[in-house]
Structures are given as structure tokens and as C-alpha cells.
């Protein structure tokens, strides 16, 4: 019999003996050790079929439940001796066709049992319900997938929201439009468009349908333009749902480049893998197919993003600032991806992510959704970073796009991980999102004009053309104490 190992299970002796024994049990394509159930009932425990343990070890379950030789159900850390018969269960969804899993570490290897609720009708407008092919979510969506009651509850609570506004570090901005969208992105499109996309859907920590567009003549009108890629009839290597706390099938980040005259969607999968779509027509709608040779994808790190350089040379960024050049035919790297040195490091804990000093040391600009832009002959490589409790765009500077670089600023404070655009005018801006209370609003797109001072640092700018004439006068009052002070003078 050909066996095909769980693409999760690291190869020790106990993990390969576990499985053999799993996978006799199961059909050999699904790669999960447990058989998997389809058209259960919802908001029920839905047990799995029983596996012989074949080596004493340690056992736990995560977002689910297990029983050892029909003993009480339990969620804890315990050990098991060889021959014990083991059952998991999980708590099936309370949506239609929806999927949830749990994960069975046994020793150090990772196990999953995963359940399908069947097809039901569902009351319309269901807070915290996922998408399922209708479209974004956001406070007028009236189909499944918005809004979700967490994102009504924390938009709503405005007492306690826009602390950095207060503090005259970013201007009171207004969504672009009504749509909760994370990650906004922008570029201009071969026909001199913009076109924006991001993490759309009610709950992208657990599905969503995939990316979505919209266009704009003017960066202040927007036109929705649909689904352009969606799981359901475009997926290929991004199908399977995946284990990240909970069942995940959700594309976190997506990016639309328009570079070497066509268009390029960058794409990551949680928790972590890339990939890169191109569409087959030369038009923004797509349709969008694998740009990667043979289906490819890259293993592991989120949030990739493309660069295309004056000299035609086209870069994959990613992570918290890996570098790597591509392909002439855009079908893979063309070189081994390199992070950058950064000169002078801020080493204040405070303006890094709490896992910053332990893995990385505070060496780096930014901690994941990297971007390149390029600018009167330097290279701006720009990535999120908490900073003073804020999920910031930070930016460093470099005559090289290998570097070093150096002066680590916060360019835009609650910017996140985003996109930096030139428009017709020649004005630079910043894409925003919101990600914590310190913003004005939270999860929906936006845009912050930026400026820069004579050594090239960014900063929010004091004109801001989308503010009514009050909020601009009051803006300009903040900017003169802050950031004047701060970059100007």
C-alpha cells in the first residue's frame, strides 16, 4: 500500500509509527491521521474514530477534547502507554458547510481530526458568521459574513478609541468606504487606476472567500469589482483547511501589483506559507492562476509583497523585511532571500513586538507585513511593529535594496503593516487600517498623506486633503507640537 504522511508530523519514530497505523484507517489523499466527518449536526461533540497508541508518551489537545480507553473526557497535558485506545472530539460549528478541528499533540508530533457541519439554512446579518462567496462584510453587508458583533462592539465603544488623534500623531481620518477590511492596500494599475484590496471577510482567523477588489479614478470614490480569486472555484494548493488555534481557511494580506504590464496578487496563508497569482487575461478582474512553477508556493513567514524596481528588476518582499529578486517570467525566486542588516537598531523594548527581544533581539525594522517603495534614488523598506502599544508602519532608509539601512522611524503611528503610494499629483500617502483602540476606527480602509524631511525620514503631513476645514485646524495645532518639533525643525 502507498502511504502519503500528514503534511504536518515531523518524522521521529514514534510520529511514523502512530501514523501507519492512523492512515491504514483512513483514505490515503486526506493527509490526517483521523478519519474525517462530513454533514454532521451543528453546535454538537462530534467524536473520531479510535487510534492504538503504539509507544508510551505525553498527550494534550488543543481546541478539543480526549478520552483514553473510554475514560472521561478531558483537555489537559497527561501520558499514555503503549496499546491505550484514543479517541478526540470537537465541537462542531454552528454554520452551515463550515469546518472545525481540533489538534492532538502526541509526543511532538501534531495530529488533526476535522469536522464538516452539513448545509442548512441560516438566518441572514448573523454576527461573527463567515463569508461563503457573497462578498465583504461591513456594517451594511446583509449577507452571511457581516458584520461580526466583535467588530460592531469595538467600533462602537468611541469614548475610548482615537487616543492617537488626541495626541496629535495622526489626523482624525474618515474610512475610505464602509467595508471591515484589514492589511488595505493600493496600487495604480496599468490604466492609471487605483485598485485596493486586503483581508476581507468578518472573521479572517477563520475563513474567508478569498480576495476581493476595488477600484477608484480618484483615491476618494470606490467602485467594488467583486471576487476576483476565491477558494472555492480557484484554490488549488491553498484548499485544505489548516490548524492555527482552530480550523483556518482564510487568506490573510493579499497585495495587487501591477509590474512587467500585468497583474500580480501576492497571497499568505496562515499560519504560515506565500504564493503569488498573475491574472491569465492582463486585466485587474483576472481570472488570477499560480504564477509559481509547478503549483509552487513558499514554505513558512506570512504577508509577501512584490517591487519593482527602475531598472525593470522585480523583488519579492516579505516577513518583517526579507529581500529576494525574482524571476525574469515572475515563476520563482531567482535568488536566496536575504534580511537586510539594520545600522542602528532601536533596542527599546517598547517599540517592538513582545516577542521581538526573545527571537529576534530588536535588530529588525519591523516584526511582519513588509513593503518597498522607492523615492529620489533610496529605498524605503517599511514594516508593522508594535510601538508604544500601537501597530505602526515603520519605515528604514538605504542607497542599496540589500542595505544596511538605518534610521528605524515610525513613519506612521497605528499604520500597520500597508502600502505606500505616489498619486497623479505627485502626493505621497499611506494606506491605514486600523488595528487597536489608539486608531480612530478600527479594521476599515483609509488613507494618511505623508511627507518627508530633507534626509528622507516620513511623516505624517500637515496639509491632509481629505479633512473637513475644523478637523484640519485642529490637526495642524497637534502637528505643530508633534511632529514640527519632532522631524521639521
Known amino acids: 500500500m502507498k502511504i502519503i504522511f500528514p503534511m504536518h508530523l515531523k518524522n521521529n519514530l514514534s510520529g511514523l509509527l502512530f501514523v501507519l497505523f492512523a492512515m491504514a484507517c483512513t483514505d490515503e489523499n486526506k493527509r490526517i491521521a483521523f478519519n474525517e466527518r462530513r454533514d454532521v449536526e451543528p453546535s454538537t461533540w462530534i467524536e473520531s474514530n479510535v487510534i492504538q497508541a503504539s509507544l508510551s508518551?505525553?498527550?494534550v489537545v488543543n481546541n478539543g477534547e480526549y478520552n483514553v480507553n473510554n475514560g472521561n473526557w478531558i483537555q489537559g497535558k497527561s501520558s499514555i502507554s503503549e496499546g491505550d485506545n484514543i479517541k478526540v472530539r470537537v465541537m462542531s460549528s454552528r454554520l452551515p458547510n463550515d469546518v472545525t478541528m481540533c489538534e492532538m499533540i502526541l509526543g511532538s508530533d501534531s495530529v488533526y481530526f476535522q469536522v464538516e457541519t452539513k448545509n442548512f439554512t441560516v438566518t441572514a446579518k448573523q454576527g461573527n458568521a463567515r463569508n461563503i462567496n457573497l462578498g465583504i462584510s461591513g456594517p451594511n453587508n446583509t449577507t452571511i459574513g457581516g458584520p461580526s458583533l466583535q467588530w460592531l462592539e469595538y467600533?462602537?465603544?468611541?469614548?475610548?478609541?482615537g487616543s492617537a488623534v488626541k495626541e496629535g500623531l495622526i489626523p482624525s481620518i474618515k474610512p475610505l468606504f464602509d467595508a471591515q477590511i484589514r492589511d488595505a492596500v493600493i496600487c495604480i494599475g496599468g490604466d492609471g487606476r487605483y485598485y485596493l484590496t486586503g483581508s476581507t471577510g468578518s472573521d479572517i482567523w477563520h475563513f474567508n472567500d478569498g480576495v476581493e477588489?476595488?477600484?477608484?479614478?480618484?483615491?476618494r470614490e470606490w467602485d467594488y469589482m467583486g471576487l476576483v480569486w476565491s477558494f472555492e472555484k480557484d484554490a488549488t494548493w491553498q484548499k485544505p483547511w489548516r490548524f492555527h488555534h482552530k480550523a483556518v481557511r482564510a487568506l490573510w494580506a493579499p497585495e495587487i501589483h501591477y509590474v512587467k504590464g500585468n497583474y500580480y496578487i501576492t497571497i499568505s496563508m496562515p499560519p504560515g506559507d506565500r504564493g503569488l497569482l498573475k491574472s491569465s487575461s492582463g486585466k485587474p478582474e483576472g481570472p488570477y492562476i499560480n504564477a509559481l512553477t509547478n503549483d509552487g508556493r513558499w514554505g513558512t513567514d506570512i504577508d509577501a509583497s512584490l517591487f519593482e524596481d527602475e531598472d525593470g528588476e522585480v523583488y519579492l518582499i516579505?516577513?518583517?523585511?526579507w529581500v529576494a529578486r525574482m524571476k525574469e517570467n515572475m515563476s520563482g525566486l531567482a535568488e536566496k532571500p536575504v534580511k537586510p542588516i539594520l545600522l542602528d537598531p532601536d533596542l527599546n523594548s517598547n517599540h517592538h513586538a513582545s516577542t521581538c527581544l526573545s527571537r529576534r533581539?530588536?535588530?529588525?525594522?519591523?516584526?511582519?507585513?513588509?513593503?518597498?517603495?522607492?523615492?529620489n534614488g533610496l529605498y524605503y523598506l517599511t514594516a508593522a511593529d508594535s510601538y508604544e502599544g500601537r501597530y505602526s508602519s515603520m519605515v528604514a532608509i538605504s542607497e542599496s535594496i540589500y542595505g544596511p539601512y538605518r534610521w528605524r522611524h515610525e513613519a506612521v503611528p497605528c499604520g500597520g503593516g500597508t502600502s505606500y503610494i505616489k498619486?497623479?499629483?505627485?502626493?505621497?500617502w499611506c494606506t491605514y487600517f486600523g488595528n487597536e483602540n489608539q486608531s480612530p476606527f478600527r479594521e476599515m480602509p483609509g488613507l494618511i498623506k505623508v511627507d518627508f524631511t530633507a534626509d528622507g525620514k516620513v511623516f505624517p503631513s500637515k496639509n491632509q486633503p481629505q479633512l473637513d476645514t475644523h478637523s484640519q485646524q485642529e490637526w495642524e495645532q497637534k502637528w505643530n507640537k508633534v511632529w514640527k518639533n519632532k522631524y521639521v525643525n
Not at 516579505?318 to 523585511?321: E, F, N
Request: charged content about 30%; proline content about 0%; glycine content about 14%.
Open 318 to 321: 516579505y516577513g518583517g523585511g
Open 57 to 59: 508518551d505525553s498527550i
Open 213 to 219: 477588489l476595488w477600484v477608484s479614478e480618484n483615491l
Open 155 to 161: 467600533n462602537s465603544d468611541k469614548e475610548n478609541m
Open 361 to 375: 533581539n530588536c535588530q529588525d525594522i519591523g516584526r511582519e507585513g513588509a513593503f518597498m517603495f522607492k523615492r
Open 423 to 428: 498619486d497623479h499629483d505627485g502626493q505621497w
